[in-house]
């Protein structure tokens, strides 16, 4: 079992994978509060990829 916690109330865990010099690339995020504090909040998983 892999059990990602938040540490905060706006945090987002993530699972993520990086290339070889160390540069984010792509992610598996957790979160239920909006990026903006004005919109109402949203729970849901994202995948996410770097764009060039």
């Known amino acids: 079992m892999i059990r990602l916690q938040w540490t905060a109330e706006r945090a987002k865990p993530a ?3 990086a290339d070889e010099q ?3 690339k792509t992610a598996i995020v957790s979160h239920d509060k909006a990026n903006n504090p004005e919109q109402h ?3 849901h998983i994202s995948i ?4 060039i």
């Not at 996410?48 to 764009?51: I, S």
């Open 48 to 51: 996410e990829t770097r764009q």
């Open 22 to 24: 160390g540069k984010d």
């Open 41 to 43: 909040d949203h729970k």
């Open 15 to 17: 699972i993520a994978w």
